[in-house]
């Protein structure tokens, strides 16, 4: 996962960007619209499991603040969009905190303008990668008490860090610096019982089609994301994004093409 340089913006792809254009968002450019139709030509549905993915963190930030949860750390926030963890938060507990982190520069000035005038919310720049750097930022220290627990968002941001970097250490480390209560709200793209053809497809486009390309885990990988010592996940487990506590019955719902599986953790 690299970090893009703001000369880079209008002509590479940001993951970002693409993001909010499936979401129907308007912050991204050419290149981006571009790339986005490239694997939307495979892969229709991706704007439907984009949306998932939206609705999914939506409702999970709406339940851990009606459990009582009032700090948030957004790590790989992407571009502000309807309905951002900050607002949902304080729809709950009007002094709910947020902290966002992403490493895409195009990011900053769009979440700036976002919380101009809200104390209770921040945006740092800062890589998922460096978690040490992420937890001791003064926004950070400042703005997040260490004593109470917080919930932790990691969605749809690890499939962009491949194993050379150690995508588990990352997770586990955070974990580690979490009090006793806090919630890891987690997605992640998954392979398993992926269009065989498909995958092939994507893979061969991957590495061209995104300046930080996806890496593919099967379920089994994901899950080791939450194998550590005091974490429970809640019900319904790891699942499918869109079986995840929602908001109407999904009885005939059938895993697509795509696949994005996610869950929330507890530490005990």
């Known amino acids: 996962m690299r970090t893009q340089q703001p000369d880079e913006e209008m002509s590479s792809p940001s993951p970002a960007r693409m993001y909010d254009y499936f979401l129907g968002g308007t912050t991204n450019y050419q290149v981006d619209r571009d790339a986005a139709e490239r694997g939307l030509a495979y892969a229709p549905e991706i704007k439907t499991i984009a949306t998932a993915n939206r609705q999914f963190l939506i409702r999970a930030i709406r339940f851990l603040a009606e459990q009582g ?17 900050h607002e949902i938060a304080q729809s709950v507990t009007p002094s709910a905190r947020t902290v966002y982190v992403d490493n895409d520069p195009s990011v900053l000035p769009q979440a700036q303008a976002l919380i101009i005038g809200d104390d209770r919310t921040r945006y740092i720049e800062a890589d998922v990668r460096d978690p040490h750097g992420i937890l001791n930022h003064p926004e950070t220290l400042q703005h997040l008490d260490p004593a109470q627990p917080w919930a932790v968002v990691l969605c749809s ?66 899950a080791r994301f939450f194998d550590q010592p005091g974490w429970e996940l809640l019900p319904p487990g790891m699942v499918d994004v869109q079986r995840w506590q929602p908001d109407s019955a999904v009885d005939d719902f059938m895993p697509g093409r795509v696949r994005v599986v996610g869950g929330v953790a507890r530490k005990r």
């Open 69 to 85: 949860v009032s700090q948030f750390l957004d790590i790989g926030s992407g571009l502000p969009t309807q309905e951002n963890v």
């Open 157 to 222: 941001v690890l499939h962009f860090v491949p194993d050379t970097d150690d995508p588990y250490g990352v997770v586990y480390r955070l974990m580690d610096a979490m009090p006793s209560g806090s919630f890891l709200i987690f997605s992640h793209v998954s392979r398993t019982d992926i269009d065989p053809e498909l995958y092939k497809i994507l893979m061969a486009t991957n590495s061209n089609n995104l300046s930080n390309p996806i890496t593919y885990r099967a379920v089994e990988e994901i």
